[in-house]
């Protein structure tokens, strides 16, 4: 089992930047990949990032360039998400993701979400 608890949410203005953070607990060791995925009201859960044990990156086309994801430190169980020249239409909840090998497997954990929003 792994858990995951996020923080770094809030308000910011466009144009702002906000960094969000994401640590993982309990069979760390199973983790491929740690990601953001964020869902704004009436549309469905998007992938935001995803940064990968050994140490590969994928971004949305919407935030490449603006947002970056990275290991906090090198026991890679807490990823950040920087996130820079927001814009409105960056307001969703911010879900943290975990990919994990269980043996034969594969299993996704979820934390429980962080608001962000991006008004003036």
């Known amino acids: 089992q792994v858990q995951l608890v996020e923080s770094g949410g809030g308000l910011v203005r466009p144009g702002g930047s906000l960094t969000l953070s994401c640590t993982a607990s309990?069979?760390?060791?199973?983790?491929?990949?740690l990601g953001w995925y964020r869902q704004a009201p009436g549309k469905k859960r998007e992938i935001v990032a995803v940064?990968?044990?050994?140490?590969?990156?994928?971004y949305s086309d919407s935030v490449k360039g603006r947002f970056t994801i990275s290991y906090r430190d090198n026991a890679k169980t807490t990823v950040l998400l920087q996130m820079s020249n927001m814009n409105p239409e960056d307001t969703a909840v911010y879900y943290c993701?975990?990919?994990?090998?269980?043996?034969?497997?594969?299993?996704?954990?979820w934390g429980q979400g962080t608001q962000v929003t991006v008004s003036s």
């Open positions: 993701n975990a990919d994990s090998q269980e043996g034969l497997t594969l299993r996704d954990y």
């Open positions: 940064l990968t044990s050994g140490g590969s990156t994928y």
């Open positions: 309990g069979t760390v060791s199973t983790i491929n990949a």
